[in-house]
């Protein structure tokens, strides 16, 4: 059984970063091999909800010594950690904010220097909502599926956005039907 895998994408896209984030522990040689292999910022999630306390603030560490230009947390994250990583390492620490609820003033003097607003629909409601009381902090934010997403959301005052790319088996099965059709 073989997988392929997504180092193919990050190494032939046309994007400004890469934001290496995924739903399993994060590890060392994923964040080296992304590292390595972009010719592009990456910034790595090194956890949050799976992974937390010391060895997330171990994996900022080791993030940072491979490449990484920042370092991403998710929701769960305790500010003591953030802290103890912000005093580890000399990167950006980017805070995951899913809601208006999250206590951003709290997770500024923490260490944050920079928020990743996810909140799928309400992206664009939750950027605006942040700005009234933060206007200079840089923020990246989940785009959505259109352009017209898109635009909402830097209408709302993202800084970047962030957007998943279609799956290599999405890409490559318009390339291999056109070989079959040949």
């Known amino acids: 059984l073989l997988f392929s895998t997504d180092i193919a994408i990050i190494s032939n896209c046309n994007a400004d ?15 080296n091999a992304i590292v390595t292999n972009s010719s592009i910022p990456v910034f790595c999630g090194v956890g949050g909800g799976v992974t937390n306390g010391l060895r997330s603030v171990m994996l900022a560490r080791d ?19 953030i802290s103890q990583m912000s005093k580890v390492i000399d990167i950006p620490v980017i805070a995951t904010v899913v809601s208006e609820n999250m206590d951003i003033d709290a997770r500024l003097r923490a260490g944050t220097s920079i928020l990743n ?18 206007p200079i902090i840089p923020i990246i934010a989940t785009g959505g599926p259109t352009e017209e997403s898109v635009a909402e959301t830097i209408a709302a005052g993202a800084n970047a956005i962030s957007f998943t790319p279609p799956s290599t088996k999405v890409l490559f099965s318009s390339i291999m039907n056109g070989y079959r059709s040949s």
Do not use: C, W
């Open 17 to 31: 970063a890469v934001l290496a984030v995924y739903p399993f522990t994060p590890q060392q040689r994923i964040a």
């Open 63 to 81: 993030a940072e010594a491979h490449g990484a230009f920042g370092v991403v947390v998710n929701v769960p994250m305790g500010n003591d950690t």
């Open 117 to 134: 607003v996810s909140a799928a629909d309400r992206t664009p409601q939750l950027v605006k909502h942040i700005r009234a009381d933060f």
